[in-house]
């Protein structure tokens, strides 16, 4: 089979999965064996609970394999490539037949994420045979000008995918206006919220389509500089990045009179972030460029009018980016055709926590979140309780079950309490503590408050004091109340985003599930049964066996008993670990 | 708030021996470059693990950084360290959605393991114990990285496996259990 490929995806989760050894292993067999395929490397298509993922593409189509081992990977090779016959029960898709993670294509729409998993991110060629860098060079050949470039993106009705959701179009015209010398654009890879990686995906996977829609814009608002701030636990994204600028220079897509423009000249730098969260708000990001603490002003002035070393400024999200050189080659009523009235186009959500198939998806804007969560992400880890979706991150909110056919957009999850966010979409089952999560957000953001504004270093820091409090079972029948007072004056009173938004995650908890609130104060319990403070472990004398593996595991001795008797936790010794009751083989041991 | 990255103030034992001229290829790339400060500091951590007093010293000397700046900097910053490290840095994901896989459990298997508080070194100098948000491998929650590996949907008990294969290689005798 002369034309066949086999595809690894290497991409940072697959790499954690294990495809880099599997790869190592399918390059030594097809060595040995003389095995007659092109090996060849590509990134994440999404399905990141298949991984390691491998690619066969032969005369009859493509075969994507799932949860590859080298094992596996032996016996795919044999078969598959030998003798010719596909191995039909390890395909995870295929257009070719129906395989049992069909649902998770179902109702995706690729346009952020068009390239990613389908080339090689360190190959120029390969980008340039999937329409790359085809969108700057219509606007060189066609003429396009500036202001027709601006309201292309305008009537796409694309907005910022980097939280804030505001017109990609009518920033770009804002910058445009602002005459200047020198004019940079950024794009802002520094991904903070934590629970997503969407953006991550685009830069590993492709690099190339972030870089042209930089040059597109770059040709928009007349900057002759861009930049690209990337957090440094990125480090494969920063890696081909930094591959794809050097073949765009060598092409002469960077430099000077690119793409035989006269007079366009831009370049880009690559800036790694070096740890903090509030660095993604886009006057702290600046700051940090220019060498200092990350910490945000006041704005206006916006960044259009005086932004990086003072000059107009243009800063999108990668997504944003990506989806650009799109809009350009497609057209405006192209990208418009998808999406609701207010929210066109698609959106990449990183589908994470108790979901069975966690990865990433892009669907059109105006899917239900239950569709996302259990057609496309095929329903809850275990076929636990599906309790809620946590959109948004630290500065969003989470939306209830029974909340779950709000479709996405902006404005119907705002709606909510909660945003849309970057797309991080952590879904939550019934043994989540809601109180845990409002504290767990309220520690991050804690943490990382740059510590400029009053209600935002303090009361943040009262507010997980409070937090803390309820889920060790001490909370008072007053906190509620102060809590929502709190949140609302740190709402008020914060300069940026981060302040601004920190509250929501208790807001909403509080919203949604206050009885959750009320029996950790008033009762002492956690009906998730996962504040562990306030949990009782007992052992079921009819069950007991007294075979002793309890006592054993105790590290505490909590536990008392012989041979063959009935054993006894000493409730206070006991620490609430959990290991009796994990390693139980009887289940003889309640939660309560 | 980013201010408690300032621990107290403990007694650094910096051994005098600590090669300053290895910075000077640095000082000269970034000198006069705007915007200098975070690659300096940057590739400085990367020359020793950490920055050393005496490399804020030469700094602050030899370019035209001020050192109060720069402490300000890199007090601010996750990313730059004031202390020794060892060897090996083992980063646990605490991002939302580790933290609802259960990441706690990671970390206190490995508190438990190598008997160290989160933040700390051990007194072999082999392990740092850290915590941090989201490595972007949210899918194959719970995370781990050390070194440029990552280690996903780990369980407390793979997790110390890990590190015992690792001080295995180390000091090259197998562990007792
Ligand atoms: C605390 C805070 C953190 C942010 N983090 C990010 C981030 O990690 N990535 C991002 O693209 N935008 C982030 N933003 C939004 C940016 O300030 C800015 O709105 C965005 O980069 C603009 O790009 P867009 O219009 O393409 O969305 C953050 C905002 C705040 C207030
Ligand atoms: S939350 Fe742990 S890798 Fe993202």
């Not at chain 2, 202390?83 to 840095?89: C, D, E, L, N, S």
Request: glycine residues 10%.
């Amino acid at each position: 089979m002369e034309n066949t490929k086999v595809i690894v995806g290497l991409g940072s989760c697959g790499l954690a999965a294990g495809a880099g050894k599997v790869y190592e292993k399918i390059k030594q067999l097809k060595e040995n064996q003389n095995l007659q395929f092109e090996l060849k490397k590509t990134s994440c298509i999404g399905m990141c609970f298949r991984e390691p993922l491998v690619e066969i593409i032969d005369n009859n189509g493509s075969y994507i394999y799932g949860d590859v081992t080298e094992a596996t990977a032996t016996e795919i090779l044999e078969k598959h490539i030998q003798n010719a016959t596909p191995i039909k029960e390890y395909v995870v898709k295929t257009d070719l037949f129906v395989t049992k993670d069909k649902n998770f294509f179902e109702g995706q729409v690729k346009i952020a994420l068009r390239n990613c998993g389908y080339m090689d991110p360190e190959s120029i060629e390969e980008y340039q045979a999937r329409n790359g860098y085809k969108s700057i060079e219509k606007i060189s050949t066609q003429n396009i000008s500036r202001t027709e470039v601006i309201q292309t993106v305008m009537d796409s009705g694309l907005r910022g995918r980097g939280g804030g959701g505001f017109s990609t179009g009518l920033k770009w015209r804002f910058a445009n206006n602002n005459k200047s010398d020198i004019k940079y654009i950024i794009c802002n890879a520094d991904e903070g919220d934590p629970g997503a990686f969407m953006d991550r995906s685009v830069l590993e996977g492709d690099p190339h389509s972030v870089l042209e829609g930089m040059i597109i814009g770059a040709y928009a608002i007349e900057a002759s500089e861009g930049w690209i701030y990337c957090r440094a636990e990125y480090p494969l994204a920063i890696k081909r990045l930094n591959i794809a600028m050097d073949q765009a220079r060598k092409k002469g897509y960077l430099g000077k009179n690119i793409f035989g423009i006269e007079g366009f000249d831009f370049d880009i730098h690559i800036k790694e972030g070096a740890g903090a969260f509030v660095c993604g708000e886009e006057t702290a990001l600046i700051a940090s460029i220019e060498g200092q603490r990350g910490m945000p002003r006041k704005r206006p002035p916006f960044p259009a009018a005086s932004g990086l070393w003072r000059k107009p400024t243009n800063i999108n999200n990668v997504e944003t980016f990506a989806n650009i050189p799109w809009i350009i080659l497609n057209g405006a009523t192209a990208f418009a055709k998808y999406g609701t009235e207010k929210s066109k186009g698609t959106k990449v959500f990183a589908l994470t926590g108790k979901i069975k198939n966690g990865g990433l998806v892009e669907v059109p804007m105006g899917i239900t979140i239950r569709d996302i969560v259990f057609k496309l992400g095929g329903g809850i880890i275990n076929d636990k309780k599906f309790k809620a979706v946590q959109l948004g991150g630290p500065s969003g909110g989470c939306i209830p079950e029974y909340l779950a056919d709000t479709i996405v957009d902006y404005d119907s999850v705002n709606a909510t309490g909660a945003i849309m966010g970057s797309g991080g979409m952590v879904v939550m089952d019934e043994t989540t503590c809601m109180v845990d999560m409002a504290r767990f957000f309220l520690d991050f953001t804690k943490k990382e408050s740059c510590g400029k504004c009053t209600f935002c270093r303090i009361g943040t820091q009262r507010m997980l004091e409070i937090l803390t409090r309820i889920t060790e079972g001490e909370g008072k029948e007053s906190d509620i109340d102060t809590l929502i007072e709190l949140s609302n004056q740190i709402k008020d009173s914060s300069l940026c985003g981060l302040g601004q938004t920190a509250p929501n995650p208790v807001l909403t908890t509080i919203k949604y599930f206050k009885d959750e609130y009320e029996a950790h104060i008033r009762d002492k319990k956690c009906p998730s049964k996962s504040c562990k403070a306030l949990l009782t472990f007992e052992i079921i004398p009819d069950k007991c066996t007294g075979c002793m593996l309890c006592k054993k595991v105790c590290p505490v001795d909590a536990i008392d008993g012989e041979r063959k008797l009935i054993h006894v936790i000493k409730q206070e010794m006991c620490i609430k670990c959990g290991m009796c009751f994990s390693k139980c083989k009887f289940e003889a041991i309640t939660v309560r | 708030m980013r201010i408690e990255r300032i621990k107290k103030e403990e007694v650094v034992l910096e051994s005098d021996n600590i090669d300053l001229s290895l910075i000077d290829p640095i000082i000269t790339k970034y000198k006069n470059v705007k915007g200098n400060m975070i690659p300096i500091l940057q590739k400085t951590q990367e020359t020793y693990g950490y920055i050393p007093r005496a490399a804020f010293n030469k700094l602050a000397k030899e370019t035209d950084l001020k050192l109060s700046d720069m402490y300000g900097v890199a007090s601010f910053y996750a990313q730059f360290r004031l202390h020794p490290v060892g060897k090996h840095i083992i980063k646990v994901c605490h991002g939302t959605a580790c933290h609802v896989q259960n990441a706690t459990a990671i970390t206190d298997a490995l508190v438990e393991e190598l008997k160290v508080k989160d933040g700390e070194t051990t007194p072999d100098n082999l392990f740092t114990l850290e915590s941090v948000a989201c490595l972007g491998c949210c899918s194959l929650a719970p995370v781990m990285m050390i070194g440029n590996d990552t280690f996903g949907k780990l369980t407390g008990k793979s997790a110390v496996d890990v590190i015992r294969k690792i001080r295995e290689t180390e000091t090259g005798t197998p562990c007792k259990n």
